[in-house]
Nanobody, 124 residues
Framework: QVQLVESGGGLATAGGSLRLSCAAS????????IGWFRQAPGKEREFVAA????????SYADPVKGRFTTSRDNAKNTAYLQMGSLKPDDTAVYYC?????????????????WGQGTQVTVSA
């Protein structure tokens, strides 16, 4: 069983930045790839980014390429999503998720463990 807890959300202005953290409760954190997803009001949950177990591979959705960066520190059992050049369209609840598999996946159905989400609001 893996428990994930996101933190770091909040209010930002357009062009600003935020860093989200995803802390995992498992000692085998390095066996899981981590995905980041977001859900805006009235919209379906969408893929944002993913990172492999060893950080060798990352993947990003087109809307965030060049603006967001995901990383992880396996010694701290924590993954990160650095968000820059924020836009009002980035406003959503952001979730991290874990799956004990490779390759990376943008399909939320392939992730078995989810955090509770953290709200990110970007004002114009």
């Amino acid at each position: 069983q893996v428990q994930l807890v996101e933190s770091g959300g909040g209010l930002a202005t357009a062009g600003g930045s935020l860093r989200l953290s995803c802390a995992a409760s498992t000692r085998t954190f390095d066996r899981y790839s981590i995905g980041w997803f977001r859900q805006a009001p009235g919209k379906e949950r969408e893929f944002v980014a993913a990172i492999s177990q060893t950080s060798r591979s990352t993947s990003y959705a087109d809307p965030v390429k060049g603006r967001f960066t995901t990383s992880r520190d396996n010694a701290k059992n924590t993954a990160y999503l650095q968000m820059g050049s924020l836009k009002p369209d980035d406003t959503a609840v952001y979730y991290c998720a874990a799956r004990p598999a490779y390759p990376l996946s943008a399909d939320s159905r392939e992730y078995g463990y989810w955090g509770q989400g953290t709200q990110v609001t970007v004002s114009a």
